[in-house]
């Protein structure tokens, strides 16, 4: 079955990159989210990658897709404080089935002043 | 168009009792999915509806649990005869197609005492 990794916490000084790092299982995936909670909220889309593609960038975040290795990470340039959140990696099947997501346990970002 | 709505955002009930949730998808958005989020945990995927018909029910799902979407807009998920374990954020998405990014609603969160 599909299985989604990622440590569960991550520490940074602000003003510093983050790189938050995320394996999956299944290479039938055919998008790769990032999806970020704050304390008590939903879930709020952040970028998403296809999986023919390498790399996207979308301002501060950049994701990289290692489709080989089954490896993705988000890199946040120059974290503040408000990026202080739980990131989630996620990835969606083709349809046939469930075509729901598989998400990660979260990684904490806790920013360091 | 404000994003996918959910209702109550917060539920406090007695165990034994039943409890029904709501959730208003995206515009136009025919597909919607019930997702369970424990703490510290990501989000686990209950069942996905395609226009009215529910089409996937994790084994998650059990028969206390029933989600409709009589019309193929809005949804609702029922759980009768609440348990201690049933206490969770539940959270619903919805998408314009198969493979697209999910958007998440805020979530209800339900504590069963």
């Known amino acids: 079955g599909e299985d989604v990794e990622q440590s569960l916490f991550l520490s940074v000084r602000e003003g510093d990159s983050s790189v938050i790092n995320c394996t999956y299982t299944d290479s039938s995936s055919t998008y790769l989210y990032w999806y970020k909670q704050e304390p008590g909220a939903g879930l709020q889309l952040l970028t998403y990658i296809f999986s023919n593609m390498d790399m996207k960038q979308d301002q501060r975040l950049t994701v990289l897709l290692n489709k080989k290795d089954k490896h993705l990470s988000l890199r946040i340039a120059d974290t503040q404080t408000g990026d202080s959140a739980i990131y989630f990696c996620a990835e969606s099947m083709p349809g046939g089935g469930a075509d729901g997501l598989t998400f990660g346990k979260g990684t904490h970002l806790i920013i360091q002043p | 168009d404000t994003g996918v709505s959910q209702d109550p955002r917060h539920k406090i009930t007695k165990r034994g009792q039943n409890v029904t949730f709501r959730c208003d998808p995206i515009?136009?958005?025919?597909?919607l999915y019930w997702y369970r989020q424990t703490l510290g945990q990501g989000p686990e995927f209950l069942t996905y509806f395609q226009n009215e018909a529910q089409l996937e029910k994790s084994r998650l799902l059990s028969d206390r649990f029933s989600a409709e979407r009589p019309k193929g807009s809005f949804s609702t998920l029922e759980i009768q005869r609440t348990e201690q374990g049933d206490s969770a954020m539940y959270l619903c998405?919805?998408?314009?197609?198969?493979?697209?990014?999910?958007?998440f609603g805020q979530g209800t969160r339900l504590t069963v005492v």
């Open positions: 998405a919805s998408s314009s197609r198969e493979g697209s990014e999910a958007f």
């Open positions: 515009s136009e958005h025919n597909r």
